[in-house]
Nanobody
Framework: QAQFVESGGGLVQPGGSLRLRCTAS??????????MAWYRQAPGKQRELLGT???????NYEDSVKGRFTMSKDNTQNTVFLQMNSLKSEDTAVYYC?????????????WGKGTLVTVSS
């Protein structure tokens, strides 16, 4: 079906940077032509979309991260990246990648374990 493996999270001070990585695979999509997305879920909040990157590399970002976060992809490695700069405490969350919209088969969505980003001094 679909598998997503996120990595690169950790503890960072406000104003710092992190680069997240996600390797995607599965039988229900073709990475090279799929629109990928990064999402996050902060404690006590619903999962939210951060931005998307199309098969051709065009990106779109939510206002909360626009100008600070940058998505990119490597089609040779089925990998999508999220460069996060000028991090704020409110960026603390578990970060996930997935398709846009999320991969789903028979009403069941596929998600990875995510990677935890903690922004704190």
């Amino acid at each position: 079906q679909a598998q997503f493996v996120e990595s690169g999270g950790g503890l960072v001070q406000p104003g710092g940077s992190l680069r997240l990585r996600c390797t995607a695979s599965g039988s229900i999509f073709t990475f090279r032509t799929s629109t990928m997305a990064w999402y996050r879920q902060a404690p006590g909040k619903q999962r939210e979309l951060l931005g998307t990157i199309t098969g051709g590399g065009n990106t779109n970002y939510e206002d909360s991260v626009k100008g600070r976060f940058t998505m990119s992809k490597d089609n040779t490695q089925n990998t999508v990246f999220l460069q996060m700069n000028s991090l704020k405490s409110e960026d603390t969350a578990v970060y996930y990648c997935n398709l846009s919209p999320p991969a789903r088969v028979a009403g069941v969505e596929f998600w990875g374990k995510g990677t935890l980003v903690t922004v704190s001094s």
